[in-house]
């Protein structure tokens, strides 16, 4: 058995390869102390724990302790092929769509600086031909993917990561800035996500395109509206469309399906979810695997459900009866529960969904989270609550354990990296590095975004886009200008 410290060198340099080296080829995984096995292939290694690719695609992760011995052997060598094969390999992780590859914002990064300089790290480049919009980055095989609006249209563009120089650009669709609220700000808002060669987007107005990742030619698209009977929400669509094996999940809302599947080649509907004829908020949807069955989780105005990942069946519903106005954060699933929160007053709760109907474990107004997102870390929830600033939450209790406000830190999003809190205030477009910690909030740099958008100008829009670390660089866009970071050093 290798030392601690020499296997953490090692997931340093390899982690981000396992996934992508084709290294690992299914087995059988054993809990040492209850006996249960499970079905996957090693996806990598994060500090101390194993991730697991399921048959499905979901990544689980297995502390390594828990382990019985083959299996750390086994984990152990992958992690040093892993990093043999670093040089060769495309580079870092890559991103690939709203709040990474599990939808849970924790970036796979290591080695990031621990404290920033004064003026903070270092800019590497800054791109100013981002349009409208407040969408966050995709970053694949060295090309940044993000979607805005120009000259009256929605569109996918591409720039390479390196230098930020624009690619090529396509459009999803038109967008004169009328048919939803844009007096916080036009444009698109939901990120794209990228998979297997191709781009899926949503515009603002409900519109969906599948093109290439190469010069961004159409493949397929379609309209909420006109094909599925949704509405268009109050401030326009914002989810971010969901990839999971061969299907596009997405949600137009009402009662053509709240949820629908895709074929993600070919646009084709594969099921409507029955039964379900919420109309959409600005949420998006996650995978859920409990007891073996994959299910899709979605939050809507009044109600939390999930439905079944072949059939577009409804499994259970919750209510959430404080949802007002909008409700945007993303669920966040943890071992058989379904956390959400919203803001106006809403609040948040956990849900139990392991057995037959879903059960509210706890419920109350200690994050009311408007739309900058919640991490999870260590069974502690970290974001921004209406009111209260910066908020540390325990998943089990949802109980307060500390909250930080003030200047600088009032509202807006945060992100996960190397056990670190990424966050950005909303008002100034400051940025600042926290520990992730329930021991209480420790700053460690904070700077400014060096210029500010003037399509700002005349809205009540904020800086919304939500902060992205991959590759050792950090993302960050107001409107059009968008921002590169290193914050390796």
Known sequence: MMTKSLLNRIIAVGFAVCATANISEARTWTDAESGRTIEGELAGISGEKVQVR????????????????????FAEEGAVKGAAGAAGAAGAADWPSWRGPERNDHSPDTGLLKEWPEGGPKLLWTSKVGGKGYSSPAV????????????????????????????????????????????????????????????YAISANGDVACVDVEKGARKWTKSFVKDFNGKVPSWGYAESPLVDGEKLIVTPGGKGGAIVALDKKTGRTIWKSEGLEDEAQYSSVIIAEV???????????????GVDAETGKVLWKSDWKDGRTAVIPTPIYHKGHVYVT??????????????????????????????????????????????????????????????????????????????MLYGLDEQEGSVFLAEATPKGYKEH??????????????????????????????????????????VKG
């Open 291 to 305: 007891k073996g069955r994959k299910q899709y989780v979605q939050l809507f105005m009044k109600t939390l459900a």
């Open 342 to 419: 919203s803001g106006y007053g809403a609040g948040s709760k956990l849900v139990n969904i392991e057995g037959d109907e879903a059960k509210d474990v706890w419920v109350n107004k200690v994050m009311k989270n408007h739309h900058g997102g919640v991490v999870l870390v260590d069974e502690h929830l970290f974001g921004f609550s209406d009111g209260g600033g910066l908020v540390c939450q325990e998943l089990e209790s949802g109980e307060k354990v500390w909250n930080e406000s003030g200047e600088g830190i009032q509202k807006g999003a945060v992100h996960y990296a190397d056990g």
């Open 445 to 486: 740099g904070r700077f400014s975004l060096p210029e500010v958008t003037k399509l700002r100008e005349g809205t009540q829009g904020k800086v919304w886009t939500h902060p992205v670390v991959i590759g050792g660089r950090l993302y960050l866009r107001d409107q059009d200008l968008v921002f590169c970071f290193d």
């Open 54 to 73: 399921l048959p499905g695609g979901k990544v689980v992760e297995i502390p390594l302790a828990r382990l019985s011995e083959a299996d750390r052997k």
């Open 140 to 199: 694949v095989g060295g090309r940044l993917y993000l979607t805005g609006t120009r000259r009256g249209k929605a569109q996918i563009y591409c720039l390479d990561a390196a230098t930020g120089e624009e690619v090529w650009s396509t459009d999803i669709g038109e967008d004169a800035g009328e048919g939803y609220n844009t007096g916080w700000g036009g444009g698109t808002r939901g990120a794209v996500t990228v998979d297997d060669g191709l781009i």
